[in-house]
Nanobody
Framework: QVQLVESGGGLVQAGGSLRLSCAAS????????MGWFRQAPGKEREFVAV????????LYSDSVKGRFTISRDNAKNTVYLQMGSLKPEDTAVYYC????????????????WGQGTQVTISV
């Protein structure tokens, strides 16, 4: 089982940028698709982005497409979420997650989750 630790959250003004990182430990990082999800207060957890094990494929939610970029460095066992043109509605706790041999937007299909990192966008 892979263990995940997110970092890089914080408070940013609207229009700004932020990069989240998620460090993984455990076996065979490159066999996992890695996703980012977020959960705002009072809302359900929602899919943000996913990257396949060898970075061949990516998917984004419509709400972040063109503003966020997911990437990974398998040599460092790390996945990133570069966020730009941030909006107040991007405020949420952001979670990274690992799906073993499944490229998916469904949270239920993910096998491991990080503890989350808070991202707050001020007006």
């Amino acid at each position: 089982q892979v263990q995940l630790v997110e970092s890089g959250g914080g408070l940013v003004q609207a229009g700004g940028s932020l990069r989240l990182s998620c460090a993984a430990s455990g076996r065979a990082f490159s066999s996992y698709s890695m996703g980012w999800f977020r959960q705002a207060p009072g809302k359900e957890r929602e899919f943000v982005a996913v990257v396949s094990g060898r970075s061949i494929s990516t998917l984004y939610s419509d709400s972040v497409k063109g503003r966020f970029t997911i990437s990974r460095d398998n040599a460092k066992n790390t996945v990133y979420l570069q966020m730009g043109s941030l909006k107040p509605e991007d405020t949420a706790v952001y979670y990274c997650a690992a799906a073993d041999r499944a490229f998916t937007t469904r949270a239920a299909a993910y096998d491991a989750w990080g503890q989350g990192t808070q991202v707050t966008i001020s007006v």
